[in-house]
């Protein structure tokens, strides 16, 4: 067999959450990536953030698109349904399975490949739908899967790992799902759990379209120097914003802060995002302003990291477009079959 | 003067409209088809139009037919000319004895009309003038006053014209009376201007029975109305665009909850075709009933999803409402040319099912069916439209419903099912015909979740790219696509009044013209049994009916005659045998066409017409 099950034995004393869950019920199959890929600890990152969260893992739906990211949603909650589409449209057919169940939590996972070259009309226009999801990103700069062509995201200037020099624009997701709308728009970096997992556990809480652009090195294609995607560029010049930490009415996720000043965003699902901000002067709330700080940032090969923005009275396409609170997936004849005697009516008006 | 008798016909006779684009005629000439209805006589329209631009020609063609021929005629016994810009072609197309009726507030030259037509003039331009002066009212009302003009001179009963203006403009007080007062002052002035009525002429009689006027892409948006679907995603294009159009009316009709006023559908206007056959793919998958409706230049988007809804085995409802291609063809011209792209859609080996329904009254039904076709079989069902029955009225039994019926879910394992212990393999034959069992998302804690994927897996859902792993679940597929055989609608046979060697097989909108050249042949003694498919995969019948005839004419619209490769790829018989009748001019088929084709190469076969015995 060419897949790798997890063994389910585990030791009694692991810690549980408050549903009873541990750790273990929160992962999938064991990873096929390489060894010390950026995606994988973005995986670990979502086991995190869920188990935090407590959710029930089958309520939750993984869809992703075609590449080493999308493949990732096999490694990690084991017992939910999980889809990997076809090459950068991933969002279309999560938005359709939105449609059909409203109750269920919808996590889009997806590469840059995947989501700002072949699906980028696709990552639009299920933002602009305002599909409440969370939809992440994992972004190396290049197509990992089909062995390290640059991708859309790939900054000019940047070199491949064969020395070759980009001299196409990059496209920022980040940018984009500002202007387009989306109403929680962060980024981060998959070697910062401490940021990510609070900020992961956040989108999952929000209502409305959720991006998270996470800069995932692909330490087979572009680790080296040269590169603006690698470990040791983005330490060097990642400048976060603020820092996170989600209280859902429980005990809040234990991380490190670095000092500074708390503002505490409410979201629709009572969720409480508590914001340390280390720049003092940054205004979450503020689209215009977001979109400001990241390009002025961006101009000075600065990478902005955290939570940008949020709106957190935001609402999604089933109130645009009015539907019914039960799942269309659970309606029957009874419910939808407007039955014989409308068609007989109708019959007549059609003499 | 005329060279030929003015043709005389009574209740059976084709009128054509010619038209500028934008000048409000649509709802004059139906009304005029509808007119003709009410006298209880059948009627035929299609709309011909070259493109939806403003001031580009249009023609709306009535055929008026007490015997019930629903398929185009050919020919035009009555041109109502009111396009300079087509004059030339417009009267060139008038059959002999023919009649020309055009607006003569400017008289044309006698150079411009023809020695064998009856040509009469009303001024229309004047009469409108001298009675309207707001430039919009005068190009409304002048199509009211030809349609008085028309009545006078056809005979039909003023009366009901006057009904079917008061259930138009119900509530609307004003308008109806203005337009019931230019429908007489057109008929006025032909009844004391010109000889009334001419030779072709409308009389009350009883053949339309309780038949109803509706459009196939209307019917078929209702078919998914009735059929359960919740969710719509679709991207514009002629001629499917009315079929969403239609479900939202429809939807907003029957479907809103009457205490909270919220819907019970979500109909989404993708950005393209790719994000519509997605949408639909993710919200089948996640147990919803969906469906796109689209056209050719749709279908080529789509086909990388259609291979996933294949081999991930996720039920999917593509209407296509075929036009003329390839690329941009044709794009308001009929035909049935994506057969094969249907047929065989997305790479490596694939098949998939497809509906064939001959009018709207089996538009709703198979659009019904389909729904319950997709669950049962979990994978893409093609509903079969064309422009000729997607956009035009056509006459049609009523549609009927079963209020006892339940939608067919298909195989879905339950929790209760996964708690009493059921084996789940998403991928496993349980029973024997190809089909296996399904979860939806978020059923049971521990049980029943699988991955999904485009990607080749084993029997449990696991990813695996052995040989033999991959060849099972291929031949699988093959099983399930022969259970879906019997489960689709069969085809329909009507053998000719006395033995006969020779078959004729067809499908869809070419239905009507068929069976009224199957008269126009007998009359020639040509004596041929009919096969009328109605989906693929082929049932066995239609290997029988092979087999049973030495000859079989496949009568389609397109140039390659794809149904005919289809038979000939699907049930391995010798070519030669299926003589391909094909049209692809992008007009429908007429009965004329079929019967001369098929009657000429019977002629060449020389088979002998088996005459009536003379005493
Ligand atoms: C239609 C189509 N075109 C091309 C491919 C080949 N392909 C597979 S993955 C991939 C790129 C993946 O890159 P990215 O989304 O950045 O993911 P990564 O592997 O870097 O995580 C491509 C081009 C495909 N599967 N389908
Ligand atoms: S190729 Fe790159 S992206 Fe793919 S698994 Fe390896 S490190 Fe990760």
């Not at chain 1, 401490?194 to 991006?211: D, E, M, N, R, Y």
């Not at chain 2, 209702?222 to 079929?243: D, E, K, M, N, R």
């Not at chain 2, 085809?491 to 006395?498: D, G, H, I, T």
């Amino acid at each position: 067999m060419t897949y790798i099950a997890k063994p389910k034995f585990h030791h009694p004393g692991l810690k549980k959450n408050e549903l009873g869950y541990t750790h273990r019920d929160y992962e999938g199959k064991i990873s096929t990536l390489c060894a010390g890929c950026g995606h994988d600890s973005i995986t670990a990152s979502i086991i995190e953030a869920c188990y935090e969260l407590s959710i029930e893992p089958h309520r939750v739906a993984k869809i992703s698109g075609i590449g080493c990211s999308s493949k990732t949603p096999d490694y990690f909650l084991g017992n939910s349904h999980g889809f990997n589409t076809v090459h950068g449209r991933m969002p279309s057919v999560l938005t359709g399975a939105n449609l059909a169940n409203r109750d269920l939590i919808y996590l889009g996972v997806s590469g840059d490949g995947d989501s700002a070259s072949i699906g980028f009309g696709q990552f639009a226009h299920s933002i602009r739908r305002g599909v409440n999801m969370t939809y992440i990103v994992e972004n190396n700069g290049v197509y990992g899967l089909t062995k390290g062509q640059f991708s859309a995201t790939a900054d000019r200037g940047s070199k491949s790992k064969k020395g070759v020099t980009n001299t196409d624009n990059a496209i920022d997701l980040v940018a984009i799902a500002l202007q387009l709308g989306a109403t929680f728009v962060a980024r981060s970096f998959s070697g910062d759990k401490t940021q990510l997992v609070p900020l992961i556990a956040a989108a999952i809480g929000h209502k409305g379209a959720s991006f998270i652009d996470v800069i995932s090195p692909c330490i087979a294609f572009n680790n080296h120097a040269g590169s603006t995607k690698s470990f040791d560029y983005v330490r060097e010049h990642n400048d976060a914003v603020n820092r996170l930490d989600v209280l859902v009415g429980r005990d809040p996720i234990a991380v490190d802060y670095a000092p500074g000043t708390v503002q505490v965003v409410e979201q629709h699902d009572g969720s409480k995002i508590a914001l340390r901000k280390i720049d003092a002067d940054y205004d979450p709330h503020d689209r215009l302003g977001a979109q400001a700080f990241l390009a002025k940032h961006a101009a000075k090969g600065q990478i902005v990291t955290g939570l940008l923005y949020v709106d957190p009275d935001a609402d999604d396409l089933h109130a645009h477009l009015n539907t019914v609170e039960t799942p269309l997936n659970t309606l029957e004849a009874d419910t939808l079959c407007p039955g014989s005697a409308a068609l007989d009516k109708l019959n007549a008006s059609l003499r | 003067m005329s060279d030929k008798k003015p043709l005389s016909s009574v209740n059976d006779f084709v009128v054509r409209f010619a038209n500028v684009n934008g000048s409000g005629s649509a709802s004059a000439n139906e009304m005029f088809a509808r007119a003709i209805l009410r006298h209880g006589v059948p009627v035929s329209p299609r709309n011909i139009f070259p493109s939806n631009i403003q001031g580009l020609p249009t023609w709306y063609e009535v055929r008026v037919t007490e015997d019930g021929h629903l398929g185009a005629r050919g020919g035009v016994d009555m041109m109502v000319a009111m396009n300079p810009q087509t004059w030339d072609k417009d009267v060139a197309g008038i059959e002999p004895g023919g009649y020309l009726f055009y607006d003569s507030t400017k008289p044309m030259p006698s150079t411009k009309f023809r020695d064998d037509i009856t040509v009469i003039g009303v001024p229309l331009t004047a009469i409108t003038n001298s009675t309207y002066t707001d430039p919009r009212q005068r190009q409304l009302f002048k199509n009211i006053i030809y349609l008085g003009a028309l009545s006078a001179l056809l005979d039909m009963d003023p009366k009901l014209i006057e009904q079917l203006i008061g259930e138009q403009y119900k509530g609307k007080e004003k308008l109806l009376s203005s337009n019931v007062h230019a429908l007489h002052l057109g008929r006025d002035w032909a009844l004391q201007n010109l000889k009334c009525p001419i030779g072709l002429r409308v009389k009350k009689s009883d053949k339309v029975g309780d038949r109803i006027f509706i459009e196939g892409n209307s019917a078929a948006a209702l078919g998914a109305v009735y059929g359960g679907a919740t969710v719509c995603a679709w991207y514009p294009i002629t001629p499917s665009s009315s079929v969403a159009e239609a479900f939202t009316a429809h939807c907003k009709k029957y479907r809103h909850d009457p205490e909270t006023g919220k819907a019970k559908y979500a109909i989404v206007q993708g950005e393209d075709e790719l994000a519509s056959i997605g949408i639909v793919i993710g919200a089948s998958w996640n147990g919803a009933r969906a469906f796109t409706a689209t056209s050719g230049p749709g279908i080529s988007l789509m086909t990388e999803f259609i291979g996933l809804s294949y081999f991930a085995e996720i039920p999917a409802v593509i209407m296509n409402i075929q036009r003329a291609g390839p690329s941009t063809g044709m794009p308001t011209r009929t035909q049935q040319c994506d057969i094969i792209a249907c047929a065989y859609a997305s790479h490596g080996d694939t098949k998939h099912v497809l509906l064939f329904p001959e009018d709207p009254a089996e538009a709703f039904e198979f659009a019904a069916a389909a729904f319950d076709l997709a669950e049962r079989l979990q994978t893409t069902i093609f509903l079969m439209l064309d422009l000729d029955i997607g956009m035009n009225h056509r006459l049609c039994r009523p549609l009927k419903w079963d209020d006892s019926k339940q939608y067919d879910r298909g195989k879905v394992m339950t929790a209760e099912m996964l708690e009493q212990g059921r084996d789940f393999g998403r991928y496993l034959d349980v029973d024997g015909d190809g089909i296996p069992y399904r979860t939806y998302p978020g059923t049971h804690p521990t049980k029943g979740s699988y991955f999904t994927r485009g990607t080749s897996r084993d029997r449990y859902a696991r990813y695996s790219e052995e040989g033999s792993v991959y060849a099972d679940n291929m031949q699988r597929l093959v099983r399930k696509f022969e259970t879906a055989q019997d489960l689709v609608p069969r085809p329909l046979q009507a053998n000719a009044e006395r033995p006969t060697k020779y078959g004729v097989i067809y499908f869809g909108s070419t239905s009507p013209a068929m069976d009224e050249a199957i008269g126009l042949l007998e009359a020639r003694g040509h004596q041929l049994d009919r096969l009328r498919i109605r989906a693929f995969p082929f049932h066995s019948s239609v290997a029988s009916f092979l087999a049973e005839h030495d000859f079989v004419y496949v009568v389609e619209q397109n140039r390659d005659s794809q149904l005919r490769q289809l038979i000939v790829n699907e049930n391995g018989i010798d070519p030669v045998r299926l003589v391909p009748i094909v049209h692809y001019d992008g007009t429908p088929i007429t009965a004329r066409f079929i019967a001369k084709a098929i009657g000429d190469h019977q002629d060449h076969l020389k088979v002998t017409p088996l005459r009536k015995a003379v005493s």
